[in-house]
């Protein structure tokens, strides 16, 4: 089993639709948590933390569920400008040991 | 800010032939890390630094080495190019659990 396990998509969805993405990780250990957006052929940058209270940001919300290990996406009133790869981020015990998933793709259509 | 950069943008190696890719970061993050990024596997780590003068190997390792000398620079070199190194190479950054990727290189290897 893959440590972090993620939907590949590409999940097409059109504009001012809601959208919501799992990611699961094996590691019971995980600790820290984190979605990354990626454009095509650009680097990943961090999109938002995941806490365990959940966390939002304008539209977007992540969610932490430890019992069953995943976190999750929302994103609600999707734009055109929100196309692009999310990847789910996983730590165990410290910065270093850093694993991501291999993404989910979003394409909102006119 | 520069944040990070990484040179050359993209390169067609001939195998065997030997290459350094380069990193420069300017804020003077202690932790630096070089990435992998295929189709279908995701983003995996290669070796990394936590601080300038230590590294450490991360999940594919092999083919790869780098060095530390400071805290801007973080260097990765192909000893002698095979054709499975044909990827996408990123180095990234950080200081805490945020990682910030440069523009990443695109190495093809013939």
């Known amino acids: 089993r893959k440590e972090v396990e993620q939907d590949p998509g590409p999940f097409n969805v059109p504009e001012g639709a809601t959208v919501a993405f799992n990611c699961t990780y094996s590691?019971?250990?995980?600790?820290?948590f984190f979605w990354y957006r990626q454009d095509c052929r650009k680097e990943p940058k961090l999109l938002m933390s995941?806490?365990?209270s959940g966390n939002e940001d304008g539209r977007f919300t992540a969610q932490l569920n430890r019992a069953s290990q995943y976190i999750s996406l929302l994103i609600r009133d999707s734009k055109l400008s929100d196309s692009a790869t999310y990847l789910c981020v996983v730590t165990v015990g410290g910065y270093q040991k850093v694993t991501f998933g291999t993404g989910t793709k979003l394409q909102v259509i006119p | 800010t520069a944040g990070i950069t990484q040179a050359p943008t993209s390169q067609i190696l001939a195998a065997g032939r030997s290459m350094t890719l380069r990193c420069t970061q300017d804020m003077r993050h202690n932790a630096m890390y070089w990435y992998r990024q295929d189709l279908g596997l995701g983003l995996r780590l290669i070796h990394y630094s936590n601080t300038a003068g230590t590294t450490g190997k991360g999940e594919v390792p092999d083919g790869y080495s780098v060095s530390r000398a400071n805290t801007d620079d973080f260097p990765l070199t192909l000893a002698s190019a095979v054709p499975s190194q044909t990827s996408v190479y990123f180095c990234a950054s950080s200081d805490s659990y945020e990682q910030f990727f440069g523009p990443g290189t695109r190495l093809t290897v013939l």
């Open positions: 590691n019971s250990a995980s600790q820290s």
């Open positions: 995941v806490y365990s």
